[in-house]
């Protein structure tokens, strides 16, 4: 079945550690995305990626990094320059930027700092 | 700035009732609206896309209305299940400025939807 997988499910981080969150997709979508979620608070944009090799920042993007160095791929680090990094973080997918139909959420990873 | 409210927060309902969530938003220029289910601890599932031309569309008991003139939407769930139970989110995208989606949305904070039995 196609989808996107992001792993783990629940991460735990000490505080002034980095962490990288996995998004995988089978889907061959060109565009992939991470949103932070807040309770009470609706998704916010960290960062996209439109193609391979490129991203650009999205609405926090400060205290985060990605790469795209594969289709398939878009990890997350979070950074100890993030000041509240405990939250909900979402990864999505669509076949390209724009695409209305396809727009997919992974299951999503919640990171905790201890 | 691009926003979309939703109302209300939250809402509880007894199995078997009708519902409706609201959604307004700012979003300029419109390019379509879309209705999540998101299960706790889960991603949003798409329940209904809307373009601008479309007022109304419904995916089994799911009904969704769209007023462009007026900015707004709602969502209609027609004979609750205790699986509705889920946060319901108002998503709106607008068209970059060459009149296509660019793909960045501006999400509602959600209402969160409980059934009794």
């Known amino acids: 079945d196609g989808g996107i997988t992001q792993s783990p499910k629940y991460l735990f981080r000490k505080e002034g550690q980095n962490v990288t969150l996995s998004c995988e997709q089978n889907l061959n979508h060109d565009a992939m995305y991470w949103y932070r979620q807040d309770p009470g608070q609706g998704l916010r944009l960290i960062y996209y990626?439109?193609?391979?090799?490129?991203?650009q920042k999205g609405d926090i993007a400060e205290g985060y990094s990605v790469s795209r160095e594969k289709k398939e791929s878009f990890p997350l680090t979070v950074t100890s320059a993030q000041k509240n990094p405990t939250a909900f973080y979402l990864c999505?997918?669509?076949?390209?930027?724009?695409?209305?139909?396809?727009?997919?959420f992974g299951s999503g990873t919640r990171l905790t700092v201890v | 700035k691009n926003q979309v409210e939703q109302s209300p927060q939250s809402l509880i309902i007894l199995e078997g009732k009708n519902c409706t969530l609201q959604c307004n938003y700012t979003v300029s220029p419109f390019s379509n609206l879309r209705w999540y289910k998101q299960d706790t601890g889960r991603g949003p599932v798409s329940l209904t896309i809307?373009?601008?031309?479309?007022n109304t569309k419904s995916n089994g008991r799911y009904t969704a209305t769209l007023d462009a003139d007026t900015k707004q939407s709602s969502l209609h769930i027609t004979a609750s299940q205790l699986s509705d139970s889920a946060s319901y989110i108002c998503?709106?995208?607008?068209?970059?400025?060459?009149?296509?989606?660019?793909?960045?949305?501006?999400f509602g904070q959600g209402t969160i939807l409980t059934v009794h039995p």
């Open positions: 990626s439109q193609i391979v090799n490129d991203f």
């Open positions: 809307m373009t601008f031309s479309e």
């Open positions: 999505a997918s669509s076949a390209f930027a724009g695409d209305v139909v396809g727009y997919t």
């Open positions: 998503v709106v995208s607008a068209l970059d400025g060459g009149g296509t989606s660019y793909g960045k949305l501006t």
